[in-house]
């Protein structure tokens, strides 16, 4: 089919339809090197008619010999007719979906014929299904073959059937192609988790010689080695469980093998069939000790993980074991600052009471002197004049009469201070005052609308 372009066909086709019936749609759209438009028909074909269909040339035919078919396309939509030549299972398409390594014989569906057919399906990049039907009167395998993708896989492509037709045909050749590609493709899925092992084992420095120096353990990305570990244990199941499907499916085809297996009238025949046989039996043996060594590997590449594994998460209790042991010996030191600090603070709090006392001494010695001092001053004033005092005592007696009650006075008014409880006193009445304040409030808020409660 050739690229069309953004060319419209002028007619009006409906849309292509799957048939129930053995008949089946067929469209057919053509441009012509002198023409502009693509021209496009629609018709429905019967069973009778098909092969006349299937048998035109690729040039269309036409009344203009001038009319020269460019490029075109033509299809047919249809299963029921398929299905009943190829003798396929009635789970054919359902199976397609199917993620999983399938195979199993069945009897052709409207087949007269003594044939034996069996079902594969792969799973590969490039997903197939294939049925095929032997008949071994012609010694002809018919088949079919579902891709998921636009290329064949190598088991048909380049040379490989070509050269072994040469030798021997057999039914089983084609399947066990295909099932060798999908052996083939797990264990490169193997290969490469055994390999991204083998530098987790490098870069933790698990191995026996120490032949070079190795860094700190502690200082990987244990996150990111067990998001790798996880991947590698998905893709090393995956491929058991795969290998094991494929073991499964190795079993149907042996079984079919030997269903296959009769005397021929003709010895040359005989020989041929023999040799063929042989060479069936072997590939078959292959197969099963390959899929058999692809499970031992990927049990080995899960034990290996499981134990890489046990070591990360060893490293990372090891890692938090450290990292408590630096948060212990950070407290350590901070407990052994405040200590200091607090005998600091001790020291501080008795140089403080000290000077506190020396304060205190200096304020009783002031509060005897002062008021004496504060007398001696005023007598001492001009003020007072002694040359006319005519009282039977003398100035010193006066002196000692004033200051000693004076004296006497500071001191009761110091311990009144001192002593008594006078901020107590002040807060129960600042206190008395503020809930005597709430009290109005609450009684004016009432006054105005307020509900009162209770």
């Known amino acids: 089919m050739s690229h069309m372009g953004n060319q419209q066909p002028n007619a009006t086709v409906q849309p292509a339809r799957f048939s129930t019936e053995t008949d089946c749609t067929a469209v057919e759209c053509f441009k012509y090197e002198d023409e502009e ?6 018709a429905t074909l019967s069973e009778a ?3 006349d269909w299937l048998s035109k040339t690729k040039s269309r035919p036409s009344t203009q010999p001038s009319r020269r078919v460019k490029h075109g396309l033509r299809i047919i939509v249809a299963f029921d007719l398929i ?3 190829f003798g396929l299972h009635e789970l054919f398409m359902a199976n397609l979906i199917l993620p999983i390594t399938l195979a199993f014989t069945y009897s052709p569906v409207g087949r007269t014929e003594s044939r034996s057919g069996a079902v594969l399906f792969v799973n590969l990049d490039h997903f ?3 049925s095929l039907i032997h008949d071994p009167d012609t010694k002809i395998t018919y088949g079919l073959l579902v891709l ?4 064949l896989p190598s088991a048909i492509a380049g040379d490989f059937l070509r050269s072994q037709l040469k030798v021997y045909s057999h039914p089983l050749l084609l399947l066990i192609r295909v099932l060798d590609q999908e052996i083939n493709l797990r264990f490169s899925n193997m290969a490469l988790v055994i390999i991204e092992i083998d530098k ?3 870069v933790t420095g698990q191995y026996q010689k120490n032949s070079r120096s190795i860094t700190d353990v502690l200082l990987l990305d244990f996150t990111e080695i067990t998001r790798s570990l996880n991947f590698f244990a998905e893709t090393s199941a995956s491929a058991i469980f795969r290998l094991k499907r494929c073991s499964l499916a190795l079993s149907i085809f042996e079984t079919w093998n030997a269903s296959l297996s009769r005397p021929d009238s003709v010895d040359q025949d005989k020989d041929k069939s023999s040799e063929g046989q042989t060479g069936i039996l072997e590939k078959l043996e292959y197969v099963r000790n390959t899929i058999n060594g692809g499970i031992s590997i990927g049990e080995l590449a899960e034990k290996r993980i499981e134990i890489y594994r046990q070591l990360i998460y060893q490293l990372m209790a090891q890692k938090d074991s450290r990292a408590n042991i630096e948060l212990a010996k950070s407290s350590a030191a901070i407990a052994k600052a405040a200590k200091d600090d607090s ?3 001790r020291q501080i709090a008795l140089e403080t009471k000290r000077d506190s006392s020396a304060m205190k001494t200096i304020a009783m010695l002031t509060m005897v002197f002062l008021p004496a001092t504060s007398i ?3 007598f001492a004033m001009p003020v007072i004049e002694w040359d006319s005092w005519d009282s039977k005592l003398t100035g010193l007696s006066l002196y000692w009469v004033v200051t000693l009650p004076l004296t006497l006075v500071v001191f009761m008014i110091w311990g009144g201070a001192t002593v008594l409880p006078w901020r107590s006193w002040l807060a129960k009445k600042k206190g008395g005052n503020k809930t005597k304040q709430n009290d109005e409030e609450m009684d004016e808020l009432d006054g105005n609308g307020r509900v009162p409660v209770g």
């Not at 438009?37 to 629609?42: A, I, R, S």
């Not at 998921?148 to 290329?151: N, Q, V």
């Open 376 to 378: 001696a001053a005023i």
């Open 128 to 130: 197939g299904q294939i």
């Open 343 to 345: 005998a600091v603070m």
């Open 49 to 51: 008619s098909l092969p």
């Open 148 to 151: 998921g993708s636009m290329h």
């Open 83 to 85: 299905q009943k030549h």
């Open 200 to 202: 987790i084992q490098y």
């Open 37 to 42: 438009d693509v021209e496009m028909t629609e």
